[in-house]
């Protein structure tokens, strides 16, 4: 399986970029890549053995990415995204992508949405192992005290 390859200076750092048929699958928020990182190695459990080319723009995320830095806080939400996890994780990131700009959720009210509403600790887990974060806003999702 061969996958695209960006690698994006934003500025919170050098981001990796790995894409897939037009949509991205994987995103390193420290532009780091290869078999030792986490999003490789999620990437790798899902694809099966995977190799990278690398493209100016994969699947037109960096572009996505410039945008949102600039102000366009919407144009993360038109990136075509591949969600690839467990069944809960992709209903988690799914649900993720739901969350409008400048709102937040908590996890509870998160898992309450998903109807499990004593799974906060499971959608906080599947938070953490986000293979898309930023196109999958993560940091949308808040404790129920408001940390």
Known sequence: MTLELTITTTPLGPMALYAQDGQLVGLTLDGEHGPANPVERHLVRHLGAITTRRTPDAAGAAARLARYFDGDFRAL???????????????????????????????????????????????????????VALFAPGHRVIATEGT
């Open 77 to 131: 939400e038109q990136q075509p995204v591949r969600l690839l996890g467990t069944p809960f994780q992709c209903t988690v990131w799914s649900a993720l992508r739901g969350i409008p700009a400048g709102r937040t959720r908590s996890y509870g009210a998160l898992a309450s949405m998903l109807g499990k509403p004593t799974a906060a600790r499971a959608v906080a887990a599947a938070n953490g192992a986000n293979p």
